[in-house]
């Protein structure tokens, strides 16, 4: 999927839009240290207005995809909702 984005008159350039992962991982970096669970994750991105489909189910599998030296993923509590569940932060 492309974004087109109008950069003056008769001048616009179409960009690729971030995958699911890229968005995941920006994020995080972003909000570092903290952790998140996959439902936070998807509910903070808005996947339920990007996606079809299950939100939380597409944050878990873009989740599962990163791999261990991006993110560290364990057991603790989640910074938004306040459940102890697996969660996944960016790696300091
Ligand atoms: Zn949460």
Redesign the pocket.
């Known amino acids: 999927m492309k974004l087109s984005l109008v950069l003056g008159k008769g001048n616009r350039v179409a960009v690729p839009l971030p995958s699911v992962s890229q968005r995941i991982q920006g994020f995080l970096r972003a909000a570092k240290p903290n952790a998140?669970?996959t439902?936070?994750l998807a509910k903070s991105l808005g996947f339920s207005l990007l996606y079809k489909g299950d939100p939380e189910a597409i944050a878990r599998e873009a989740v599962a995809g990163l791999a261990p030296p991006t993110v560290t993923r364990a057991t603790a509590v989640?910074t938004?909702?306040g459940?102890r569940t697996l969660v996944t932060s960016a790696r300091s």
């Open positions: 998140y669970c439902v936070c989640c938004l909702c459940r």
